[in-house]
């Protein structure tokens, strides 16, 4: 009688990775909250320029922290992209649920705290009162108008001579809270930015989920981001609102709803028009009777927004490219242009150079179009070109390096998220170089 004997597999171990990365990331995650925490703590207290003068919307918050100097604020700063690097190189070790409970944690702890590192928000609510509150029109006058107004001593040096250079769109969603008063339309603005944030995120999730990609990666990666959580997010800053339409008509043409695709496009433009750069790589990628239904979509969203502005700004609702030309020719200390030009010994960007840049753009641009053309994919294409165009732009703050991060998180050209996380550790380090200088 013959027995048959069982053979077993050996039991395989988990590997040593397996075992710790989970709690090396949720220790990472726990690093992030922390920091946030101790950033609004301390914000509480004040610092200007840091955390900007402001009606005191975090009383509440003091007694805890203390009082946050620029010195400090850089080693969070450092310690927060730290922890997130760690964490994103982890981030396959996250599941849904702790992925979506850091963001959360992170974007909670933000929108509790004060406004952090930019006057712009009371500039949006300065041109929002001058149309509601005394019948001005923010695109022909300057916050300088209403000197009288509360919100007058808030807004930043920069902008108090400067109409404003937003789409009308945006003006017209700010108008509502124009009679709330002025920590009515703070906190406005911050529920506003926040709601921008989670569509945004949400939709990043939709479309790495689309394209057969971790949703968890992507979204951690722009979600749990220092230059989208500190500065973005804490300066309530409107670009979130163009991210979210901007990934709205992404999700739209992932889905076939070509129309609808460029029509959110369109309306991101009228918040903000870096967002039109999407549009003719959308129309080369998906060509002929899909192109058709893009440019529909796009003619009646214009139509619509052109009456729109027409009506409630006049001709100067419209005038929006010169707008941006005048910006243009701002120039920023943490822009490359101007390190560049430091490195070369000279004492900053020059109009020639301006010439340069932009005739640069143009070249990249041109390129990233025939490749587009060519096949290649059309969303990493337009990534490419709005970090392009933060990369020479003259005029650089942290929140325009965020441009190109929802894009980088949903597609298959890695290349385009490392260049992105470059250029933002660039900026980072080019901020965080005082630490290096000596204590006097």
Same mark, same amino acid.
């Given at each position: 009688m013959s027995v048959a004997i069982e053979r077993r597999e050996p039991r395989v171990a988990p590997?040593? *990775?397996e075992q710790w990365a989970p709690a090396l990331a949720g220790a990472l995650a726990l690093v992030l909250v922390a920091v946030a925490a101790k950033l609004v703590l301390d914000a509480a207290e004040g610092h200007r320029p840091l955390v900007p003068t402001s009606p005191d919307i975090a009383s509440w918050l003091r007694g805890v922290g203390q009082r946050l100097e620029y010195r400090d604020l850089l080693i969070l700063l450092l310690v927060f992209t730290g922890a997130y690097a760690g964490l994103l190189a982890l981030a396959r070790a996250l599941s849904k649920r702790a992925a979506l409970v850091l963001i959360g944690a992170l974007h909670a702890i933000i929108f509790a705290g004060p406004i952090l590192l930019s006057t712009d928000v009371f500039s949006y609510i300065a041109y929002a009162r001058m149309g509601v509150e005394h019948g001005l029109n923010p695109y022909v006058h300057g916050p300088i108008a209403i000197y009288h107004d509360p919100v007058y001593r808030y807004v930043g040096q920069d902008w108090k001579h400067v109409a404003t250079a937003y789409? +009308? $769109?945006?003006? $017209?969603l700010s108008y509502p809270?124009? +009679?709330?008063g002025l920590r009515g339309a703070l906190w406005g603005m911050k529920l506003e930015a926040l709601l921008a944030s989670a569509a945004t995120l949400w939709l990043v999730w939709r479309? &790495?989920?689309a394209r057969q990609l971790d949703p968890v990666i992507a979204i951690v990666a722009v979600g749990a981001n220092p230059l989208y959580v500190i500065y973005g997010l804490g300066g309530a800053h409107n670009d979130l609102i163009m991210l979210a339409a901007m990934m709205a008509a992404v *999700? $739209?043409?992932l889905g076939g709803r070509d129309a609808a695709a460029a029509a959110s496009v369109v309306a991101g433009a009228l918040v903000k028009v870096t967002v039109a750069a999407l549009l003719p790589f959308m129309l080369l990628a998906r060509r002929a009777r899909h192109a058709r239904a893009q440019l529909l979509g796009a003619a009646v969203a214009l139509g619509l927004g052109a009456?729109? &502005?027409v009506a409630a700004f006049g001709a100067h609702g419209l005038d929006l490219i010169a707008a941006l030309n005048r910006d243009a020719a701002f120039v920023s200390s943490d822009s490359f242009p101007t390190e560049i030009a430091h490195l070369f010994g000279k004492p900053g960007v020059f109009p020639v150079d301006h010439d340069l840049l932009k005739a640069a753009l143009v070249v990249i641009v041109a390129h990233l179009l025939w490749r587009t053309w060519r096949g290649f994919d059309w969303i990493a294409a337009a990534g490419w070109t709005l970090l392009a165009i933060a990369v020479t732009s003259t005029w650089l703050l942290a929140w325009y390096?965020?441009?190109p991060l929802p894009l980088a998180a949903v597609t298959r050209d890695r290349r385009l998220l490392v260049a992105t996380l470059a250029v933002q550790a660039m900026f980072i380090v080019h901020q965080t170089a005082p630490l290096l200088a000596p204590v006097s």
């Open positions: 590997a040593r *990775s789409g +009308p $769109l945006y003006t $017209l809270l124009a +009679p709330l479309c &790495a989920r *999700s $739209l043409t009456v729109m &502005a390096i965020l441009w």
